[in-house]
Nanobody
């Protein structure tokens, strides 16, 4: 069974920084695109950033220039470096990943983590 576990959330003041991590484990052959989503209270879940297997990235406009997504393929891990945090960034942050569990599998299956809370408040 594949599992994604997020970590690194917490309470930070506006202008501060946090680094989120998401580690995948289980029966994994290849992890293709990995993504960070977030969901604020009373809001729909939204895509924050995405990164492909070879490092092509996309960002939501509201986080461009402040957040950086990266990955360490050897560790099956994706990161989200968040700088200059704003109160509007407060949300539960979730990672997901398209994962191939066997060498002959196509397409992969989508997996989600349980989320990590980020609170930006003065």
């Amino acid at each position: 069974q594949v599992q994604l576990v997020e970590s690194g959330g917490g309470l930070v003041q506006p202008g501060g920084s946090l680094r989120l991590s998401c580690a995948a484990s289980g029966s994994i052959v290849t992890i293709n695109t990995m993504r960070w989503y977030r969901q604020a209270p009373g809001k729909q879940r939204e895509l924050v950033a995405a990164i492909t297997r070879i490092g092509i990235t996309n960002y939501q406009d509201s986080v461009k220039g402040r957040f950086t997504i990266s990955r360490a393929n050897a560790k099956n891990t994706v990161y989200l470096q968040m700088n200059n945090l704003k109160p509007d960034d407060t949300a539960v942050y979730y990672c997901n990943a398209d994962i191939l569990r066997s060498s002959g599998q196509f397409p992969g299956s989508l997996y989600w983590g349980q989320g990590t809370q980020v609170t930006v408040s003065s």
